[in-house]
């Protein structure tokens, strides 16, 4: 249905933007206060603190007015001294390549088949070469539906102190347990537009104290998002940022927060997982799942398009009843479509769609 001039509002299963809360969204419209005031230092300090928690980590947490990118490319720029590994299972983990090339950054790719992950042992034979001193891994591959398998490369990574470990979980951290300490993630990255919630515009890292050290020998960090900047500010200025940040993010965050710890971690996690399996047991009963039955991720699940469907006339006659997934991302469109389950997404919303599915397939 559409109104002349208005679009009706689809419900949002894509990798991001997330639906968002009106409450949450209501928040984006708080006045604003001066971003060098009191009242700004105790909402970062109270954002920091809430995160740090649900990163389970100690170290200091750092938000950039940005997308998830943006500190993907600061973190390879920053902490990159002598040559960064780069390990790839889709899309996204191919961009932190690119990204180093970009920004004259010594790397090489390891790459793997689409839909399988990252195994330990290949990031374990890469590292004993001594060649590197800064590796990335995605946790969380959209345009795959793998989940890496981060707990069984955390004991190989403990092998090599030296190496600064870099961590995409853009589309997993807030939907799934990230201990971040525990596995020896020195950056983790994640942005707001996806499991945590909210709209797009922020990225959030943990920065641990190994990252700012290494950080300080190299010489050609970038300004914006030079990583030590920001951790080096947020310490001597009461948790404020060199930059404008976007102050209408973190209000929204800070609300948003108090919900997710509300509803509670372990139950937020298994609500995710919950929606992850039911879409695995819809997706298998009627196409098949394309990635690695034992790395599925549970934010997102993409399906191979075993039928042949027109998924690009699935999504408009899906559309027209209120509801919106995605095509395949890349190489990968109309061989698969994706279907997202995070945020505050509910079982019973995922339900509604899968029913729908069925009723144009039908």
């Keep these: 249905m559409q109104k002349e001039g208005l679009a009706v509002h689809k419900k949002l299963f894509i990798p991001g933007p997330v639906e968002v809360r009106p409450d949450v969204l ?90 399988k992950p990252t195994e330990p042992e ?33 004991p190989v990574m403990a092998k090599y102190p030296e190496v600064v470990y870099c961590l995409d979980a853009v589309s997993s951290m807030g939907g799934t347990k990230i201990e971040v ?26 920065f641990s104290p190994k990252a700012a050290a290494r950080a300080k020998e190299v010489p050609h960090r ?16 009461d948790y404020q940022y060199p930059s404008t940040p976007s102050l209408s993010h973190m ?33 298998a009963r009627n196409f098949a799942l394309f990635a690695d039955p034992q790395y599925l991720s549970n934010t997102l699940t993409a399906v191979s398009n075993n039928r042949g469907i027109d998924v690009g006339e699935l999504n408009k006659k899906l559309g027209a009843r209120g509801y919106q997934i995605s095509n395949g991302y890349g190489k990968m469109k109309d061989k698969t479509f994706r279907i997202a389950h995070m945020a505050d997404c509910t079982l019973e919303e995922v339900q509604d769609l899968l029913a729908a599915i069925d009723e144009v397939l039908a």
Excluded at 41 to 52: G, T, Y
Excluded at 99 to 111: S, T
Excluded at 181 to 202: E, F, H, N, R, Y
Excluded at 226 to 236: K, P, S
């Design 222 to 237: 970038g300004y914006y998002l030079d990583l030590l900047a920001l951790y080096e500010y947020i310490l001597t200025k």
């Design 251 to 283: 209000f929204a965050l800070d609300y948003q927060l108090d919900r997710i710890m509300a509803e509670g971690f372990e139950n937020r996690f298994a609500r995710h997982l919950e929606m992850a399996e039911c879409v695995r047991a819809w997706a």
């Design 181 to 206: 300490d525990k596995l020896g993630v020195d950056i983790c990255i994640t942005s707001t537009q996806k499991a945590l919630g909210l709209p797009p515009g922020l990225a959030i890292c943990s």
């Design 26 to 115: 209501a928040k984006m419209a708080t006045p604003m206060i001066g971003h060098r005031s009191r009242d700004a230092s105790a909402l970062q300090h109270s954002i920091s603190d809430k995160l740090q928690q649900l990163f389970y980590t100690d170290s200091a947490i750092l938000l950039s007015t940005s997308s998830g990118s943006g500190l993907m490319e600061g973190a390879v720029r920053s902490c990159t001294l002598k040559r960064a590994a780069v390990f790839s299972i889709g899309a996204f983990g191919k961009r932190w390549f690119e990204m180093a090339l970009a920004n004259g950054v010594p790397a090489d790719l390891f790459e793997v088949e689409w839909g």
């Design 122 to 154: 290949m990031v374990d034979t890469v590292l004993a070469s001594g060649k590197y001193d800064l590796v990335t891994i995605t946790h969380n591959e959209t345009s795959t539906g793998v989940m890496n398998p981060v707990e069984a490369i955390a």
